[in-house]
């Protein structure tokens, strides 16, 4: 029963350093996404994808690239991480008349 | 575009007491759902309650209850009975209805952080 699992849970890069966050869910939803959440600010949406193979932006893209080559996962990628990506990054994921079900989150800091 | 606001960023409410929490969004939409999102220390999202727009009543679970006003484009969260495990931050959350190969991208609100106190 494990819904939507995220690697890793904590994370410190250094700036300029790259890493990928990876999202694998059970469920078989189509669609998956990647919010990141900063005090004061709820949670805005990255990127998501509608299917494998298909990705779009959400609302604060940039700095970040995605890929879901495979139906149950999501990659997020940072290719060179800033400070400003200091956050804690949600994955998500839904069917289609479902509400979202979410991982545990990962702490990254960027120093 | 949507927005969803939140007014309260911090309330208090006593153990065994009622508490409300205030959640107001704007949308030009006539077919949409509303959540609320429960997130305790542990950092997980839990989905407290979910509302959809085209039904009149409003949806009730055990002690969670809303009071959505469409018109007024409202949608507060009553915690009846509060306990100490309720404290955590709540996130208001806003969905259009789907469409085939339309994700079900959620707007949130900034969030309250609830104290339950003895």
């Known amino acids: 029963n494990a819904g939507v699992t995220q690697t890793p849970k904590f994370r410190v890069l250094k700036t300029g350093q790259s890493m990928t966050l990876l999202c694998a869910q059970d469920?078989?939803?189509?669609?998956m996404y990647w919010y990141r959440q900063d005090p004061g600010m709820g949670l805005r949406l990255i990127h998501y994808s509608v299917g494998e193979g298909t990705t779009a932006k959400g609302e604060v893209p940039d700095g970040y690239n995605v890929s879901r080559l495979k139906k149950q996962n999501f990659l997020l990628g940072l290719e060179s991480a800033a400070p400003s990506q200091t956050s804690v990054y949600f994955c998500?994921?839904?069917?289609?008349?479902?509400?979202?079900?979410f991982g545990q989150g990962t702490r990254l800091t960027v120093v | 575009a949507q927005t969803v606001t939140q007014s309260q960023p911090e309330m208090s409410v006593q153990e065994a007491e009622t508490v409300t929490l205030s959640c107001t969004y704007d949308?030009?939409?006539?077919?949409?759902?509303l959540f609320w999102y429960k997130q305790p220390p542990s950092r997980q999202m839990i989905l407290v309650i979910r509302q959809e727009a085209y039904k009149q009543q409003n949806a009730t679970e055990n002690r969670f209850s809303v009071n959505f006003q469409k018109a007024a484009k409202s949608f507060s969260l009553k915690i009846s009975d509060s306990q100490l495990g309720d404290t955590a931050m709540y996130f208001c959350a806003f969905m259009k209805a789907l469409n085939t190969g339309t994700a079900s991208k959620l707007t949130f609100g900034t969030g309250t952080r609830l104290q339950v106190t003895l």
């Open positions: 469920m078989n939803h189509e669609y």
């Open positions: 998500a994921s839904s069917g289609q008349v479902t509400e979202a079900f």
């Open positions: 949308t030009s939409e006539n077919n949409y759902y």
